[in-house]
């Protein structure tokens, strides 16, 4: 049985094993020797030019199109699997399932570009077939398939998952890429990244390119609530990574993997003589808080550290910490230089340079990402159902009916409730209990525990013990709450939960217990109604008429909107990817500069997402400039300029000033798509100049100040 968890830090057993359950998935995974267990599948993450290189999905349209540019950069792409398929792709072998794939392949990774609904499978189907390196892209995969993968991860030693939702991974020294990075970012070099957003990944790319110092690896966690390979996950191979002779780190909001790394950290520098430098970022300082930012991912549970404690905590652990992405390449040069390492020999030409290992082997109908879903399983971007406490009783009274001594009371918690729950650890990367016995949240940190278990399976009568013992309740209650437990988890397996929690306030004399409905929070996955049609009954119940018109328009355009409430903003904000939108509103507040919203146009953005972004932008009477700040991976440069341009023509722009900033992929072209418009646009190519413009317009001076504004 996995240990208890203590706020934000993990009681870890490092070789704790689960048991093997089959509630979802009756498929059986090889057995791993005793002495081994997922973490000892980290070093699968050092990839090289020799790692063998397979995609499923391979004849879909993104797929074919991204195997072509990575075949381009030198990766070792072998063949592919597409079901019911054989021949050839591309001139390469095309299998119809992986278990003929691993026979005659023998890959070491597998690029997963399958739809978020089978995507899951698709997962399974490589940890079965024992791929070393599965590399997972997709957004929207339904977070109980993810902790049903994550659970199987668990048993064995001979699989490691990177993402989902994840731009993937990329080795410059050895030219692998297994995802969408925008390669032109990119350089060989010395300088190891780990990261939660794409796109400030890019942003810290660019920085350390621009400075000579390369990369070695870039590992992108991806952005969902539960990650295959986390921060601590690419520390490790930093580490020991003759190649690596520094780390950064990009975290955000939500979650502990920062607070993790930072443990990592500590102890890393007691232990090593000369630690190689470390230097971090944390997007997400001024987020709102209890909005869920873009990413799946991106928002703090209850009693989490914010982005600006994490910040905090990192720098403590001894890491350097920067406050906006464009400062890494030259904060990176004075570490090394300080850390008695050859700066000049880091910064030397190392295009030659290959990495010397690579990913040693050990020996349902899939959907193609082009292809358009239904109506209702197209792509939104609202990550998760909030439902009312008044709608509980919707909810819980099927599972609760038959329980005796349990009740739901309209009326505050008492100051002596007790906290019980059910939600995700995203450490463990699993579902887990959680208990405390006070509800003050000024103590929850300390006072709260969590309980984890296999997703596969109900948790075990033994751990809702523990969890019960932790909260001390009445002898009299204790049946009570172990009946309640049952059905909360029986709630959150079968509904597909993301968090279910409650005050629970007992009668000692009765035995009895209740439900305060006021704290009660009922949190479910937005993806497996959007992915999978599921759960319809759940999904119904939301009223969107109580939520903020321009919010839901966006979310049925595949935007994240998110309206600021400070009186005194005045810049409005269109940002691709969650942690650049994110870390816009950062740099923005670096600057004395307040934004109206945030707006993530998602990754798969067109000209007239963008255009409909400008419209709901221009909406708020408060917006005295926007700013347009990209960086593109999967989304192209050429279209975010032609978005604007089809926004000037189409939309009433109120003779409100343009900021526009775009890098990454096809970045040339946006930039002169822009500079030869002939509108009244300031086009930049970096982002703290850029943001230091709008602030500039938005406070009313016209002065350009400089070097700035044009195409650089």
Known sequence: ????????????????????????????????????????????????????????????????????????????????????????????????????????????????????????????????????????????????????????????????????????????????????????????GHVGIVAKSGTLSYEAVASVTRAGLGQSLC??????????????????????????????IIGEVGGRSEE?????????????PN?????????????????????????????????????????????????????????????????????SKITGNPADQKRGYHTTMRRGPVVRPDRPSPPSQRPHQSRNLHLRPEQAPDVLKPYLDDLKNITLSNEPAPSDAFYIGLTVDRSERQPCIRTSPSTDTSRFRETALRFPFDQRSPPPDSLIADSIAHISPPESTKQSLTSLIRALSTVYLEKEAVTLSTSISTNPSTGTIALHLPSLILQFDDSAYRSCSRHPDIHTLRDRTLEQ????????????????????????????????????????????????????????????????????????????????????????????????????KEVDMRGVPVVVRIRGTNEEVGQRVIAESGLELEAFDGFEEAARRVVEIAEGSKERGGEMGGIL
């Not at 048993?155 to 998952?161: D, G, P």
């Not at 609530?225 to 003759?242: C, K, M, S, W, Y």
């Not at 221009?618 to 700040?629: A, C, H, P, Q, T």
């Open 219 to 248: 590992i992108g966690m991806g952005g969902d609530i539960i990650a295959g390979t986390n921060i601590v996950d690419g520390l490790e191979v930093f580490e020991q990574d003759p190649e690596t002779q520094a780390m950064i």
């Open 1 to 188: 049985m996995a240990a208890p968890v203590r706020g934000g830090q993990a009681i870890r057993q490092s070789h704790a094993k689960l048991p093997r359950l089959s509630r979802h998935s009756r498929r059986h995974f090889s057995a791993s020797p005793a002495s081994r267990d997922y973490e000892d599948t980290v070093q699968n993450l050092r990839i090289g030019k020799h790692t063998r290189v397979i995609y499923q999905g391979f004849t879909g349209r993104v797929a074919t199109g991204n195997a072509k540019d990575s075949i381009a950069y030198g990766t070792n792409i072998v063949g592919g699997v597409t079901p019911g398929k054989e021949g050839e792709h591309l001139g390469l072998p095309l299998l119809p399932d992986l278990k003929k794939a691993k026979e005659q392949l023998k890959p070491d990774a597998t690029a997963v570009f399958v739809a978020a609904p089978q995507c899951g499978r698709a997962i399974e189907d490589a940890i079965e077939a024992e791929i070393p390196l599965i590399v997972a892209v997709a957004e929207h995969i339904p977070l109980h398939d993810i902790m049903r993968v994550t659970s199987i991860l668990k048993t064995q030693s001979k699989s490691r998952l990177v993402g989902a939702n994840a731009p993937g991974i990329i080795a410059p020294i050895g030219s692998c890429r297994i995802g969408f990075q925008p390669l032109p970012t990119f350089s060989p």
């Open 260 to 272: 993790d790394a930072a443990e990592w950290i500590k102890d890393y520098q007691k232990r090593s």
């Open 549 to 648: 018109p321009e919010e839901v328009e966006a979310e049925d355009s595949g935007i994240v909107f998110i309206r600021l409430p400070n009186p005194a903003a005045n810049i409005g904000t269109l940002v691709n990817g969650a942690g650049l939108a994110m870390n816009t509103l950062d740099a923005l507040r670096l600057q004395n500069g307040h934004a109206t919203n945030f707006l993530d146009t998602g990754g798969k953005a067109t000209s007239e997402t963008v255009k409909k972004s400008f419209e709901l932008i221009l909406r708020d009477e408060r917006v005295k400039v926007i700013f347009v700040n990209i960086f593109g991976g999967l989304t192209d440069g050429g279209m975010i300029a032609e978005g604007v341009l089809l926004a000037f």
């Open 275 to 343: 630690p190689k430098p470390i230097a971090a970022l944390v997007g997400g300082i001024h987020a709102p808080a209890g909005r869920i930012m873009g990413h799946a991912g991106a928002w703090a549970a209850r009693g989490e550290h914010s982005a600006a404690e994490k910040y905090k905590i990192l720098e403590d652990a001894g890491a350097t910490m920067v406050d906006h992405p464009e400062k890494f390449g030259g904060v990176m040069k004075t570490l090394l230089s300080q850390s008695g390492r050859d700066v």
